[in-house]
């Protein structure tokens, strides 16, 4: 049976079931479509679940636009979607001058993407926030929007979220072919392309 829909996502992964759950909002037809016969099987099993807030990312990337944006939306998105986010803070630790300096740098990344609230800080400040930090650790860049989640419990309420507003989420389906139609990607064709994914009876 074909069926068409406006929008196929293909992998049900913490990002596909993100995308999965924004464009539920919109007059839209959406299928998710999953190699595996569950939720986040894939990359996102193995990821350690720490929500970066943005300081790594060279600024004026796109990287650096979307990972300090996707850290503060993580308040809003445990209170819609009702899954555990642990806003911790985070330390970087320097152990000489020449650390210094690269925490320095870390922070003006940080504050060139939005990150808030970075500061360096000294030894005494360091074992206040953490008891159990190394001794030697004479500086550290403090973030206090740094947090963590389970991915799982992420994929699937964000999943569970876009199937209730109208999304199809298919399973055990890999995706065997795309074909693009003429045209697609300007405005000479249609625009559409064509996708055929295998049942592999799980």
């Known amino acids: ?5 406006d929008i196929a996502i293909v992998g049900a992964g913490i990002t596909g079931c993100a995308i999965a ?15 595996a016969n569950d939720i986040a099987l894939g990359a996102s099993k193995a990821n350690g679940g720490l929500v970066h807030a943005g300081y790594d990312p ?17 308040g809003t998105w445990t209170q819609e979607l009702g899954f555990l986010f642990c ?11 020449q650390d210094r300096a690269q925490l320095e740098q870390l922070q003006s ?17 360091i074992h206040e926030l953490e008891p ?5 650790a004479t500086c550290a860049l403090w973030c206090p929007s740094t947090g963590y989640v389970d ?19 298919v399973r055990s389906a890999p995706v065997e072919t795309i074909e693009v139609a003429p045209g697609a990607g300007d405005r000479s064709g249609d625009g559409t392309a064509r996708f055929y994914a295998g049942d592999t009876g799980r």
């Not at 049976?1 to 829909?5: I, K, L, S, V």
């Open 1 to 5: 049976m074909t069926e068409t829909f």
């Open 21 to 35: 759950r924004q464009l539920a909002r919109y007059d839209l037809s959406i299928c998710v479509v999953e190699a």
């Open 58 to 74: 060279t600024p004026g990337t796109v990287k650096a636009q979307v990972n300090a944006r996707g850290c503060e939306l993580y």
């Open 87 to 97: 806003r911790t803070g985070s330390m970087v630790l320097g152990f000489s001058d």
């Open 109 to 125: 990344n940080g504050l060139a993407n939005g990150v808030p609230e970075l500061a360096i800080i000294g030894a005494e400040r």
């Open 132 to 136: 159990r930090a190394s001794a030697q």
């Open 151 to 169: 991915p799982f419990e992420v994929a699937i309420a964000a999943m569970e979220n876009a199937v209730a507003n109208g999304v199809t989420f």
